[in-house]
């Protein structure tokens, strides 16, 4: 028989895991802001992957500078937001049902389109080309 956890015990868990969330993101936006992280796709092939500029863009929406942000990767604000949507719904729906209600809400194409549209952005971000220089991360 499977175990579930009575609620207030989810509802407990829920509130940690987004505490520590926070924590987290907070002290990734200070190594951020000492450090930086290097694409090791960009130092190996010289080509910029999805993720390149992610780090400077995070650490700009962390100061509030939206447009700073989509500047460093459009991925991240086009993507981010739905990724949060649909963890915190999961997240929620565990917490109050101990189930998983959502995914029935999700067709597998949606997360495959995502994918996708990912990859292209990775390959139209490396065409030389002056059109797709707002693809590209600042440097």
């Not at 509030?64 to 604000?77: K, M, S, T």
């Amino acid at each position: 028989m499977k175990r579930v956890w009575p609620r207030p015990v989810r509802v407990g868990l829920a509130c940690l895991l987004l505490a520590s969330l926070g924590a987290a993101a907070v002290l990734v936006y200070q190594v951020l802001q000492t450090y930086g992280i290097p694409c090791p796709t960009r130092a190996i092939t010289g080509f910029y992957c999805p993720g390149c500029g992610m780090g400077r863009a995070f650490s700009a929406l962390m100061r509030g500078e939206i447009g700073l942000a989509f500047r460093q990767n459009p991925a991240v604000l086009l993507v981010l937001p739905w990724m949060g949507l649909y963890c915190g719904a999961r997240l929620l729906d565990w917490a109050l049902t101990g189930g998983n209600h959502v995914d029935r809400w999700v067709p597998d194409r949606v997360l495959l389109w995502m994918l996708i549209a990912l990859f292209l952005f990775g390959v139209l971000r490396n065409i030389p080309l002056s059109c797709f220089d707002l693809l590209r991360p600042l440097e």
